[in-house]
């Protein structure tokens, strides 16, 4: 008579149990091999050393315990998925808004625009310059000490000397100092949003100025 030890379990029961890469399947598909495994298993055991109750309890337990992770995994799927779905629905209302983005240039529209820079402390001084096309400073605020956060700024389109300029695309230069030592300074600007999207990492904005960003990167929304 064909004897199995059954002191080990068989790495090929093992597989089935933890659910090796090797053996994939459904939860139904796991349960079936494992059954087929432990029946053949005990009609070969030796009658002199029977497989006792112990181990029997402790290979159901392992099924048990992958049949539970296969369907907590198949749960949290479902749920990451109806997030997504009920985020996609709150994203939708903001196409058509403005938000307030990282950004190194903004748009002066009908002599109007809004921007920020964003400070990762206090400074001594902060200066804020818009820069055109041409790479030249039209306009530069002096805003002498802050403290660290968001500074909203407004600018009308007049530069240095007063005249108006034209409605276009600007840059937004800012440069601070604390304790005589340059600050790294972030810079905001307002952008249309036009639609969404997603992808594995979540739902995307598509913004006017060509841009787009998650929902968790927008500062404000007006």
Request: charge should be neutral.
């Amino acid at each position: 008579m064909n004897t199995v030890n059954t002191q080990n379990i068989s790495p090929t029961l093992r597989q089935s149990v933890n659910g090796a890469a090797a053996i994939k399947g459904s939860s139904q598909e796991v349960q079936d091999r494992f059954m087929t495994l432990l029946v053949t298993q005990m009609k070969n055991q030796d009658p002199l050393n029977p497989m006792d109750n112990a181990q029997m309890t402790s290979q159901l337990a392992q099924l048990s315990t992958v049949t539970g992770i296969d369907k907590l995994n198949s749960t949290m799927e479902s749920l990451i998925n109806s997030v997504q779905s009920s985020q996609s629905f709150q994203a939708a209302d903001m196409i058509g808004r403005a938000v307030l983005v990282d950004a190194s240039s903004f748009r002066l529209n009908q002599s109007m625009s809004a921007f920020a820079v964003n400070l990762p402390s206090n400074v001594d001084n902060l200066t804020v310059s818009v820069v055109d096309n041409a790479g030249q400073t039209v306009k530069a605020f002096n805003l002498g000490a802050q403290r660290a956060g968001a500074t909203p700024l407004n600018w009308n389109g007049l530069d240095t000397l007063g005249n108006q300029l034209a409605d276009g695309v600007y840059k937004i230069k800012a440069e601070g100092t604390l304790a005589g030592k340059a600050v790294d300074i972030g810079t905001q600007a307002y952008a249309g949003v036009l639609s969404i999207s997603k992808d594995n990492s979540g739902i995307l904005l598509n913004l006017d100025n060509g841009a787009s960003v998650y929902t968790n990167q927008v500062a404000k929304i007006i």
